[in-house]
């Protein structure tokens, strides 16, 4: 699981390195970041479903397999195609291990244990997206951009058999499966995506864009008219009705916009001659995404009527500040 969250910014500070190497442009930069992200998204909830069905501990364990292949598959990669590819495949095996390792370990774990066994399992996800960008940047300086992708297969390789042996079977109530919501949702998303990256070099206003914008978002609206009239709905509805699921949803949403966004675009746009070192700019990259997430937790419980403890309670509107002045420092006269 800590593997599965730190691939969503881990290739971050890779992106330079991997544009000259295999003579990338901007556009399928972006690319080998939203394929992973894209395919993880749409598919979460379908893994979920087939647990359900098929057992949780068998799609977990599929999931894992998928990962640890397509990272191989990313580290041996010699074209941009070929990493584009994997990435897809490898949102698709990260998609199965981040739900059904909280699934597992709740029912692995006894009641009295398991709010702290969930608390733990949030803590290491987080710690995975933090950390993302601060060893993709130690391992690009030290080794070679390959390599992190190689990080993944040893601990997949260990976790197939720990999981086989340790962990029983067990399903939820079976469901039918609802594909027509996969489908629109995974097309509609990607067709939004799809025309804001070719927004700049195809034009706005042309054909190409306003086809994927349009596009994807009707098929986002005929989601969500589908998922209320659905007898088994992809993403029931009915959650967003409780107060406390949407709030956790929206702060996720702008924390995740914010902080993947700022990452991408200082990697990239900042790569040039003058730039920073890759280790530098993780090191930036890891101290923003903890003042960010210090944020979030403080506005999150501060709408709930209480404030979290520890340096995160007292520090973290400030160290937020702070971390935006180093992405856009004011401009000497």
């Known amino acids: 699981m800590f ?7 881990v290739v971050t500070n890779a992106l330079p390195v991997i544009r000259a190497d295999l ?20 598919c979460i909830l379908m893994s979920s479903a087939l647990a359900d069905r098929f057992g949780r501990r068998s799609v977990f364990l ?37 739900p059904l390792s909280l699934a597992l370990l709740s029912t692995s774990v006894p009641e009295r244990l398991r709010a702290t066994a969930i608390g733990i399992w949030g ?9 993302g960008p601060l060893i993709g940047g130690a ?26 042996i340790t962990i029983p079977e067990s399903r939820g109530r079976p469901e ?13 998303l990607f067709g939004i995506t799809y025309g804001i990256v070719r927004g700049n070099d195809a034009g706005w206003t042309s054909a190409e864009v306003l086809t994927g914008l349009i596009g994807g978002v009707a098929l986002i609206v005929i989601f969500i008219w589908w998922e209320s009239h659905a007898a088994s709905p992809l993403l029931p509805l009915r959650l967003f009705s409780n107060r406390s699921f949407s709030m956790a949803n929206i702060v996720g949403f702008l924390f995740f916009f914010g902080i993947f966004g700022a990452i991408y675009l ?16 993780a090191d930036d990259h890891a101290m923003d995404s903890r003042t960010l997430r210090c944020f979030t937790a403080y506005r999150t419980t501060d709408i709930q009527g209480r404030h ?8 973290g509107t400030h160290e937020y500040w702070a971390a935006l002045e180093r992405h856009n420092p004011r401009p000497q006269c």
């Open 3 to 9: 593997m599965a969250s730190l691939d969503n910014l």
């Open 23 to 42: 003579g990338a442009t901007l556009e399928e930069l972006t690319w080998t970041v939203n394929a992973y992200t894209l395919t993880f998204a749409s």
């Open 62 to 98: 599929l999931g894992v397999f998928i990962f640890t292949a397509s990272s191989a598959w990313c580290g041996i990669s010699n074209n941009i195609g070929a990493l584009i590819t994997a990435r897809t495949l490898q949102g698709i095996g990260g998609s199965a291990v981040m």
């Open 123 to 131: 803590g290491v996800a987080g710690l995975g997206v933090a950390l």
């Open 139 to 164: 391992v690009v300086e030290g080794m070679n951009w390959h390599a992190i992708f190689w990080i993944n297969v040893p601990f997949g390789l260990l976790c197939i058999p720990l999981v086989w």
């Open 176 to 188: 039918p499966l609802d594909f027509l919501g996969l489908a629109l949702v995974g097309i509609g």
């Open 266 to 281: 200082d990697t990239v746009l900042a790569s040039g001659p003058r730039s920073k070192p890759a280790r530098s700019r």
């Open 308 to 315: 979290p403890s520890g340096d995160c309670g007292r520090h």
